[in-house]
């Protein structure tokens, strides 16, 4: 009975230890402090804390926190958890584990930060799924259009370099994309669906290479390679890419009789129609 009563109060004196801590917690503090730490361990992806409360296993959670990447597009997630790696405290490589919700979705990771940075880059290692992107809208010369999809994939980053060194796996599901040019809409190629869409790319400083992007839809189906040169703002973005669009027989066959169009998809059978894009992000020449 006396063992009993003694843990009693051990379990009382642990769980008011606990919550007196938790409501004397110095959130904001510890939100500037943590804020500080990440930033200066990822100098190119920058976050800003909301007040900070202490959570179990061992971390901190935040809510509507703010990421800025290369000083210029800004994300706002709903809630994010960071927790220390505890096997790593004290090795030679410390890693900061992460969890965040937003877009419906979620973004877990973990960042991987050496003690001596001139023997060894920080990466940081990016998982998100589900994430339901808002319309995205698409407006120069005669194209005019707006996307609606899902994205999921991982991102590699290095920090090996200036702009340092990425590798993605993306993955669009439900993409709806709409035409709202008048002449296209016209012809019946207003609106399409892809299914899923796989991108593979990869960044080495401002040079990017796109090797892989398939996306099947059901008016038709489009591949992509190629590479180009990363600007700030990202519309100064230089492109040289290469693919080849693929209708579907069954829609190709609603414009029986009309010549121009007869033209444009006479060799498909044979192949796609091959086209290019060139230019910039903002100013992309179209040409097939």
Request: charged fraction near 20%; charge should be neutral; proline fraction near 6%.
């Amino acid at each position: 009975m006396r063992i009993k009563t003694i843990f009693l109060y051990l379990a009382y004196a642990v769980t008011m230890f606990f919550l007196i801590a938790y409501l004397r917690f110095p959130g904001e503090t510890a939100s500037r402090i943590l804020g500080e730490r990440i930033n200066r361990i990822t100098p190119k992806i920058q976050v800003e804390l909301s007040t900070v409360t202490p959570v179990i296993p061992p971390g901190f959670k935040t809510a509507n926190p703010v990421v800025t990447v290369l000083d210029h597009n800004r994300f706002s997630l709903d809630s994010a958890v960071v927790s220390p790696d505890i096997l790593t405290l004290f090795s030679s490589t410390r890693k900061i584990n992460f969890k965040a919700t937003a877009l419906n979705g979620t973004v877990k990771g973990t960042i991987s930060t050496p003690t001596d940075t001139a023997l060894s880059p920080m990466t940081l290692l990016s998982e998100f799924s589900g994430l339901e992107i808002p319309k995205v809208y698409y407006s120069k010369g005669l194209i005019d259009l707006e996307a609606l999809f899902k994205l999921s994939g991982t991102v590699e980053y290095t920090q090996n370099q200036p702009l340092g060194s990425t590798r993605a796996e993306l993955h669009l599901t439900d993409l709806k994309i709409t035409i709202l040019t008048p002449l296209v809409q016209a012809l019946g190629f207003s609106d399409f669906t892809f299914t899923h869409v796989d991108i593979t790319a990869a960044m080495d400083n401002d040079q990017f290479e796109i090797t892989r992007f398939s996306a099947p839809g059901d008016k038709l189906s489009i591949t992509l390679t190629g590479t180009g040169t990363l600007k700030l703002p990202m519309e100064k973005s230089q492109l040289n890419l290469k693919g080849e669009i693929r209708p579907d027989p069954s829609h190709v066959a609603n414009f029986a009789g009309i010549s121009s169009v007869e033209v444009l998809f006479q060799d498909t059978k044979n192949g796609g129609i091959p086209f290019t894009v060139s230019g910039t992000v903002e100013n992309p020449i179209f040409k097939l």
